[in-house]
């Protein structure tokens, strides 16, 4: 499924993603000490925020085990993860998992070759068990397990300790078996103890429910050091009815490595450089956070399921994977801006008058939402609107929704202020909706995790929502725009406008304003 699959072999593990990064020019090594206390995640911001390279740490205060961080700080890097080169690669993928989610009978010939390409994607992509793992190459059980002994950052001066947050996180239904991936946060208690931070919708929680229903504890690995594809696969929530393993397989155009757990029945990749084994007994739980959040601020303190670290495996000489919150820029707000990509043709295929949309990262990654239909009918930027918040359930907590044109380009913020600015009136294209469901990081709700949604109608009126003439829109011939472009050079104008303008020139200096009202008043 995409050029990922041509990739090189030795890029589908941690350390064949660090030798592509260093020969592309893009990976600094750092061999001055560094404390993960609070150093390493400053320096890495600084790096991040100005598009730098990623990071490997190899002399960490406290322990001999290097980190590397801001893997995924830019999108050409995320692509690279994928085995891809271009952000439209990542829409060929999206259309293909869009033809899994609700297949259709192929309407001809070329329809039925090209859903059976997927297909056969499908039968590719099934794991394979490794039965001499990598992962395995050291044990340490009971007693030897010492959790001070891993690179655990702490990012933020009033976090609460020291967290993994790149680790997939596997749980299995206590009931199918069928298992779950998702990444979540963990914060170390003790030598062998951590807390799990997941929201009560999320499949490890669900069957940890299970399991309280049948008395049981329930089984959990954490496999830190993968692939960042397969972070990519897990942090994904398309709800195709496929199983993690063989979705992550898809997003890398060939079958997942696993192996099975030391001391637990689940199954890891096979190549993880570290992997944490234990059970959590249902109501066991203490106090996780605070800690910085993707919001910009920290997040509160809540209860969490305990748990027990029984095993840790890893292979010789592992490298510790991380990232870090805050206010964008961040590495997961450009994991943001590759999966906008992967679900365009998705949402397409449930709304077909959405042209693109677009999640800005400094609106979060997804609390707010650039919309571009092909409008053909009064009240269709109301419909749509209302249509995305529905369906996929990552947009269940985008607050702000923009439909606009297809005519405008919606990644280009100055196109899109005109649109609100002289298409908008206020009082007819503003629509509420109140007392909706949200996240508890969300401190503008007036009640946490109850919310406003909306939605602003930007598009060009039409039928009944005018009741007056409407100005025509400038523009010029294009005989005439034709005729300046192949005039361009005789002007002596070959050097200007070769490429984007700086924003700077238009007044745009969004990072100092933001920093302004960081600002105590």
Not at 34 to 39: A, F, H, K
Not at 157 to 179: F, H, N
Not at 332 to 340: E, Q, R
Not at 373 to 384: E, F, L, V
């Amino acid at each position: 499924m995409g050029s990922a699959a041509n990739a090189n072999g030795s890029q589908r593990d941690l350390r064949g993603f660090l030798e592509l990064l260093e020969a592309r020019g893009q990976l600094r090594r750092i061999s001055a000490p560094v404390d993960p206390d609070l150093e390493l995640a400053a320096i890495a911001d600084r790096v991040l925020g100005c598009g730098g390279p990623a990071l490997l740490f190899e002399n960490v205060k406290g322990s001999s085990i290097p980190v590397a961080v801001n893997l995924l700080g830019t999108l050409e890097r995320v692509l690279w993860s994928m085995g891809m080169e271009r952000p439209e690669e990542l829409e060929a993928l999206g259309e293909r998992l869009a033809l899994l989610q609700q297949p259709k009978p192929p309407k001809g010939p070329r329809e039925a070759i090209r859903f059976g390409s997927v297909l056969l994607d499908v039968l590719k992509a099934k794991p394979d068990l490794d039965l001499l793992p990598p992962c395995r190459q050291e044990v340490f059980q009971g007693d030897a397990v010492d959790l001070d002994r891993l690179p655990l950052l702490r990012p933020w001066p009033g976090d609460a300790g020291r967290i993994i947050t790149l680790g997939l996180v596997i749980t299995k239904d206590p009931e199918t078996g069928t298992p779950n991936v998702g990444v979540y946060r963990l914060q170390q208690q003790s030598i062998n103890t951590m807390t799990v931070h997941w929201l009560s919708v999320r499949g490890g929680a669900r069957h940890l429910r299970k399991a309280a229903a049948l008395g049981k504890p329930l089984e959990i690995a954490i496999a830190i050091g993968v692939h960042p594809l397969l972070v990519m696969a897990a942090a994904t929530p398309i709800p195709v009815q496929l199983s993690e393993w063989l979705f992550a397989g898809l997003y890398a155009g060939e079958g997942v490595r696993l192996a099975k757990c030391k001391t637990v029945d689940l199954e890891v990749p096979s190549h993880s450089e570290i992997v944490l084994e234990g059970t959590i007994t249902p109501g066991e739980e203490l106090p996780d956070g605070p800690f910085g959040d993707h919001m910009g601020f920290y997040g509160g303190v809540e209860p969490s399921p305990l748990v027990r670290i029984q095993c840790v495996t890893q292979r010789r000489n592992p490298t510790y994977f991380t990232t870090f919150s805050g206010r964008p820029p961040k590495e997961d707000a450009m994991l943001a801006i590759a999966l906008n990509r992967i679900y365009t043709p998705i949402l397409r295929q449930q709304i077909p008058e959405i042209v693109d949309f677009f999640l800005p990262m400094e609106g979060l990654s997804y609390k707010l939402a650039v919309i571009a239909i092909d409008k053909a009918y009064p009240g269709q930027a109301k419909r749509a609107a209302m249509a995305f918040w529905s369906a996929l359930p990552q947009f269940t907590y985008t607050k702000f929704v923009v439909v606009v044109d297809q005519s405008i380009n919606i990644r280009d913020p100055r196109q899109v202020i005109w649109a609100i600015s002289s298409l908008v009136d206020p009082q007819r294209d503003l629509f509420v909706l109140e007392n909706t469901p949200f996240d508890t990081l969300d401190f503008a709700s007036e009640q946490l995790g109850l919310g406003g949604r909306l939605a602003i109608d930007a598009t060009t009126k039409m039928g009944p929502e005018r009741n007056h003439p409407w100005g025509e829109p400038l523009q010029r011939p294009a005989d005439l725009e034709a005729r300046l472009d192949e005039r361009w050079d005789e002007l002596g104008l070959a050097d200007v406008g070769q490429q984007d303008p700086d924003p700077a020139l238009f007044g745009y200096v969004l990072e100092q304003v933001l920093e302004r009202l960081q600002r105590p008043t």
